[in-house]
């Protein structure tokens, strides 16, 4: 599974990266684009409109999106705006390990 994670948060992008590599998944970030499976997006650094940004750019990737739990009317508009999946940041690393689990044989 190749993930892009979109996040300037470095301690964010390094902690997450870290896990899901060692889940077995290819993980990049950053401007380049290489037909990620999932893309992941940081709704409190990146904002909502980044989503509709990702959706055209790769509209064959699931795009989850994540915020602090305290901005719920963000959430909803993310999901609004083309997110398939929506959580709190403090479940990203564990929904994101649930993906890569199911598409392990």
Known sequence: MHIHLDTPDLMTRVR???RWRSAGAAVTS???I???DLV???L???GVDTVAIWRERCPDASIL???PHVEGAMLK???QAGADDVVVRGKVADRVLKRIEE???
Do not use: K, N, T, Y
Request: charged letters at 30%.
């Open 77 to 79: 508009a993310a999901r």
């Open 65 to 67: 999106a994540f915020g």
């Open 103 to 105: 598409r392990q044989p």
């Open 34 to 36: 290489e037909h990620p």
């Open 44 to 46: 409190a650094a990146r």
């Open 16 to 18: 997450l990266e870290s």
């Open 40 to 42: 992941v997006i940081d």
């Open 30 to 32: 950053g401007d380049g």
